[in-house]
């Protein structure tokens, strides 16, 4: 209702889809940006309703889809928003506002993941934790597209059917709801005792199995397990922010001359926020414009939830903070 003025390079937006994600309140309170009302919804698809006077990218009725900023004062959960042109790219007349917005943000991490990170490759052979995750299951997708074989875990039984259902299926599934599957054994079985190339985890026991809850630490696997099926010359991505590792787990990674990289899922937007806009716009476009090139032509099909009307974000938002929810979560005006 009172908006600022266009500047120059702004794109005013009419909101017709906002994917809700988990606010790291962590980070934002370690890089100086907390405060007391947080902006919900930074993923974005919608309308250009008004363009500012040096804007080139964008003109008015362009369909656009983005991510809002790490300190973006507006939240992209209300009805117009103000975005600098840099931080959306044109959304294909064939993608619906709801999947635009809701595979954006699993679309950078992936590419992050196993683009920058790990360099997936023809016949690589890549583990993604947690396949039936929003995240996990556009990973998987992006990596069959790059040629490599995908291996997957899967933490139920509607988990594993999601998994065999995927347009090209993954070359195993492994079961590990029950706690008796050891991921290890079966990673080293399908790869003739090798190891796989790439791992991209979603969490990892630290500790022994007293110490965690029962259910998480029957889900994840130990640091150790992984890495065991850690192939020579491969990359461990993790998403554990604080993952310790011993002098003996830093010894068998050695003798292997593996690696691990930590997937945090605001490095472009950090490095905008250190750097200025010149980094992210050479290296972030281009990233969004294939991801919606790749929803376009159907090689990546989201896992979303049903649409969820405005009045129910507050719940949904909720659930997403919680981490309670198993699909992407999108409020659709």
Not at 53 to 79: N, Y
Not at 127 to 139: E, N, Q, R, Y
Request: some cysteine; charged content about 25%.
């Amino acid at each position: 209702e009172n908006l600022p003025p266009t500047r120059d390079n702004d794109v005013k937006v009419q909101v017709r889809a906002c994917a809700l994600s988990w606010i790291d309140t962590k980070l934002l309170s370690e890089i100086k940006l907390e405060k007391e009302l947080l902006p919900v919804g930074r993923e974005i698809s919608g309308v250009v309703l008004e363009v500012g006077r040096k804007v080139t990218f964008f003109q008015p009725d362009d369909e656009v889809v983005g991510i809002l900023p790490l300190d973006s004062k507006e939240p992209g959960l209300c009805e117009v928003v103000l975005v600098h042109e840099h931080y959306l790219v044109r959304k294909p007349e064939k993608v619906c506002w709801v999947e635009a917005a809701g595979t954006v943000r699993d679309g950078v991490r992936a590419y992050t993941a196993l683009h920058y990170l790990s360099h997936v490759s023809p016949g690589k052979t890549v583990l993604v934790m947690d396949g039936a995750s929003p995240f996990g299951t556009i990973a998987i997708q992006l990596a069959q597209h790059r040629g490599a074989k995908v291996i997957s875990t899967a933490y139920s039984l509607e988990d594993k059917q999601h998994l065999e259902r995927l347009r090209l299926p993954v070359a195993r599934v492994i079961d590990v709801s029950n706690g008796k599957i050891d991921v290890a054994e079966s990673c080293l079985e399908e790869t003739g005792g090798l190891g796989v190339d790439i791992v991209l985890d979603a969490g990892v026991k630290l500790y022994n199995a007293e110490d965690e809850s029962a259910s998480k630490s029957q889900l994840l696997p130990h640091k150790h397990d992984i890495i065991t099926l850690l192939g020579v010359g491969g990359h461990w991505i993790t998403t554990e922010k604080n993952l310790q590792l011993d002098p003996p787990d830093s010894h068998s990674l050695f003798l292997k001359g593996a690696t691990v990289s930590f997937l945090n899922d605001e490095i472009w937007n950090l490095s905008n926020v250190q750097q200025g806009k010149y980094l992210y716009i050479l290296l972030m476009i281009p990233i969004l414009e294939d991801i919606m090139e790749k929803l376009s032509s159907s090689i990546f099909r989201p896992q979303l939830d049903e649409p969820i009307p405005l009045y129910e974000a507050k719940v949904s938002m909720e659930i997403v903070q919680k981490n309670q929810a198993r699909k992407r979560q999108v409020i659709q005006f």
